[in-house]
């Protein structure tokens, strides 16, 4: 997670607002680099780019605030309990969740199976209960049925968490090759795009069915393993 959060592009270099007095080499006008090139204007340009004197480009950045929050949908059906399914889908909803501590967003953890229960936990930024954390973690439902991401229960469950306004990163991990009737697939856009929500699905080691029509990207992996391609796309939320 820190790998992919560092190599996230930075935003805002390109935005050339004004001239400013300062020392950093990147930034200079192109007046001053020429300065550098002439003997007797040398000395007193290196005097003033060490004092921070020297003209140099004015950049905005944009600030990382106001983003919406990351809710990560686990599958606790009784067959992600198979190898080591559960576990590295257990460890991609901890390593988001510390992406969005990082970022300061707030989180919802879910963990569901089907019509048989769900998990839901809260971790507000910088006001997480880490034994609630370590308690969802080491919980598993084993149960399950036909459709073991909540789809249908999504809107119940985004309102139950509390979660707060903004672009929503939505995260689906399971198993599961799903049958998703037309009307319920066309409430499921309508709640996306009423809290304006974006969901990447990661499917294991199965076609992912209808699942591939209501998300905005889907794929389908063998297992989820930190240096896959896919894994590296959700990280780098």
Request: include cysteine; glycine fraction near 8%.
């Amino acid at each position: 997670a820190q790998s992919r959060q560092r190599l996230r592009t930075s935003h805002g270099l390109d935005d050339v607002v004004g001239v400013e007095p300062a020392g950093e080499i990147g930034r200079l006008l192109p007046v001053e680099l020429a300065k550098l090139m002439v003997p007797e204007l040398e000395l007193d340009t290196l005097r003033r780019i060490a004092e921070r004197e020297a003209l140099c480009r004015e950049h905005h950045a944009v600030e990382p605030v106001g983003k919406g929050p990351i809710i990560v949908s686990v599958d606790e059906s009784g067959s992600m309990e198979t190898g080591e399914k559960i576990h590295t889908a257990k460890a991609l909803a901890l390593a988001l969740a510390w992406i969005a501590r990082q970022q300061r967003r707030w989180c919802g953890l879910i963990a569901y199976s089907g019509d048989s229960g769900e998990r839901l936990l809260t971790l507000p930024p910088g006001r997480w209960d880490e034994s609630a954390m370590c308690d969802w973690l080491s919980a598993f439902i084993g149960c399950g049925s036909n459709l073991d991401v909540p789809v249908r229960e999504m809107p119940d469950f985004y309102c139950r968490l509390g979660a707060p306004n903004g672009i929503t990163d939505v995260v689906f991990i399971t198993d599961a090759q799903c049958r998703i009737e037309m009307e319920l697939q066309d409430r499921f856009r309508a709640w996306k795009r009423e809290v304006n929500a974006r969901l990447i699905t990661l499917v294991i080691d199965n076609p992912p069915g209808d699942l591939a029509s209501i998300s905005d990207e889907c794929h389908t992996v063998a297992a989820i393993a930190p240096d896959g391609d896919a894994v590296g796309r959700v990280l780098s939320l």
